[in-house]
């Protein structure tokens, strides 16, 4: 068994490339996607908790409207997000 050692460039270039990967992925639905995000299609989307996206709403990173009892995320928003992570 080789073991491996991972620099935190390794992970900085890692994250580089994850990031490049869900911009192209949002950035070829974009034609098909919806303009309003329920909590589950942003879960889903970013692959992150509930915790998680509690605590970008509560930090205001993600701004979202309750509507009826259910949040809603403006995709707009979202691609911001990804954006401003990357920079």
């Known amino acids: 068994m080789a ?4 620099t935190k460039e390794d992970l900085q270039q890692f994250k580089i490339e ?3 990967g869900i911009k192209d992925l949002l950035q070829a639905r974009t034609t ?7 909590t589950s299609e ?12 509690q605590n970008l709403r509560i930090n205001g990173t ?3 409207r309750k509507i009826g009892g259910m949040l809603y995320y403006n995709y707009k928003d979202i691609e911001k997000l990804l954006t401003d992570i990357k920079k």
Not at 3 to 6: A, L, M, Q, R, V
Not at 32 to 38: A, H, I, M, P, T
Request: glycine fraction near 4%; proline fraction near 0%; charge should be positive.
């Open 18 to 20: 994850l990031l490049e």
């Open 3 to 6: 073991i491996s050692i991972i």
């Open 62 to 64: 993600l701004s979202c």
């Open 32 to 38: 098909e996607q919806k303009l309003w995000l329920r």
């Open 42 to 53: 942003v879960r889903k989307l970013l692959n992150i908790s509930s915790g998680t996206l």
